[in-house]
């Protein structure tokens, strides 16, 4: 068995939720060989070249970083195997192919949003929300040729909040994510992993999720469209149309955050002023909108956000 500074180790990720894991990873004591992430893009108005988050914190730390277009390319694939690494770690990464995560002697684990089966897919943690789930967590398992299907290492559950949003829930299931590789490591590097094929049976998925996927449905139930709000947010966030009665312009609202549902029949879709509340009136139901965003304009709560925008002068495109 080697120790942890002689267990060689090659991470794999791009966000910032790959950063909380990398860096438990060096506190423990472990030794990262290299980096594998994205290849730098263009960001912010001036369009330079950007690093991911992972990138970032590999320079601070000194760790060889390397950044390939095509995962199959013969040289990088060489490279890779020149650390010589005994174990591959991969969070929030792209899909693997077998010629890389056959490489290392003690395999390739990846660590997953949610309890697998259950998620599989790029967006678990926007999903569970959106369907309503009181239960997530996050899963370790090795990698095999399809997506999210290898066996599994470890799991641990964590619960999901009243009106938490997919962000909040983002940030707490960091630390988790954190805990589980680190304790995911410690058995393979102890020859104490068992893992467990995955079980069978009803599955929800996690597709990504596109823009056009974002846009309120006023049809459903008013607490799946609360659910939806807190699922997307803050991103890739819900949204609707909105018209202008008197010249006819048209705005994209984002809406980030909302609560107290009420199920009650409307006749009409539309916005409107309560008191001091922004209520979102659906088909089945209504609900209070707490941050919004019109397009061209900055984030706001409904109290500030009212202060410029009267709702009876817009009418919603549904």
């Known amino acids: 068995m080697k120790n942890k500074e002689e267990l060689d180790i090659v991470f ?18 472990y030794n990262i060989k290299a980096v594998v992430t994205a290849p730098d893009r263009p960001a912010g108005r001036g369009r330079k070249l950007k690093g991911s988050a992972v990138k970032e914190c590999a320079m601070a730390y000194e ?42 002697p003690m395999g390739t684990f990846n660590l997953h949003g949610s309890l697998l089966p259950q998620y599989r897919g790029a967006a ?10 009181k239960e997530t967590g996050v899963t370790s398992f090795f990698i095999d040729e399809k997506i999210d299907t290898g066996e599994i290492i470890l799991s641990q559950k964590m619960p999901i ?18 805990q589980t590789v680190a304790d995911t490591v410690e058995l393979i590097r102890k020859g104490e992993a068992q893992p467990k094929p995955q079980p069978e049976g009803d599955l929800k998925e996690a597709p990504k999720i596109h823009k056009q996927d974002c846009l309120i449905d ?20 819900a949204w609707m149309k909105l018209k202008n009665k008197e010249n006819g312009q048209e705005k994209t609202l984002k809406v980030f955050r909302s609560e107290c549902p009420e199920m009650k029949e409307n006749t009409k879709v539309k916005l409107e002023k309560q008191g001091k509340k922004l209520i979102l009136n659906a088909l ?33 495109v549904h």
């Open 218 to 237: 006023f049809h459903l139930p008013i607490n799946e469209i609360h659910n939806f709000i807190l699922g997307m947010s803050p991103y890739p966030t």
């Open 284 to 316: 089945k139901g209504s609900i209070h909108l707490l941050e919004v965003q019109l397009e061209g304009k900055k984030r706001l709560d409904y109290i500030s956000f009212l202060a410029g925008f009267n709702p009876e002068e817009w009418e919603i």
């Open 124 to 133: 678990p943690i926007n999903w569970a929300i959106i369907n309503g789930e």
């Open 63 to 104: 760790i060889p970083i390397l950044q390939p277009t095509n995962l199959k390319d013969e040289a990088f694939v060489s490279e890779l195997k020149g650390f010589k690494a005994d174990l591959f770690i991969v969070v929030a990464f792209r899909m693997l192919p077998k010629v890389i995560w056959e490489i290392p």
């Open 161 to 178: 909040h009243e009106n938490e949003t997919a962000g909040e829930l983002h940030d707490r299931m960091m630390v988790v994510a954190a």
């Open 12 to 29: 794999m990720g791009t966000p910032a939720f790959a950063v909380t894991i990398l860096e438990q990873l060096i506190k423990e004591g």
